[in-house]
């Protein structure tokens, strides 16, 4: 990382020679999209927010910080945490559970 902000024109020329590495280049954390997505709040006073992560999160890294809000209103929670018995899930199974449904619907109840 400290190349690509040292050397100017050479997150140009990789964004160039790729789309994929386009894409990777706006997620690093001092790219102008980062900082556009995640350098201002996310939440709106007065409604709560409700986030579950898996620690088994190979898309999102490092899993599960990058999954969580640090702002008012948000509940955060990690699904071995609150499910330590139940079935390994990873990014897209975590959506599928039968644990993070039920998870959800008491979030809504709140």
Do not use: K
Not at 4 to 21: E, F, I, K, R
Not at 45 to 57: E, F, K, L, Q
Not at 68 to 83: R, S
């Amino acid at each position: 990382m400290q190349l690509l902000t040292s050397v100017s024109w050479l997150q140009s020329l990789l964004a160039a020679s790729s789309p994929d590495m386009a894409t990777a280049l706006q997620m690093m954390p001092d790219s102008p999209t980062y900082r556009a997505l995640f350098d201002t709040a996310v939440t709106q006073p007065g409604v709560t927010y409700s986030v579950i992560a898996t620690r088994n999160d190979q898309l999102a890294t490092p899993a599960p910080a990058c999954s969580t809000l640090d702002e008012p209103g948000v509940v955060n929670a990690v699904y071995e945490d609150l499910f330590p018995g139940a079935e390994p899930v990873d990014h897209s199974l975590i959506r599928s559970s039968t644990e993070t449904a039920g998870w959800a619907l008491q979030q809504l109840r709140r």
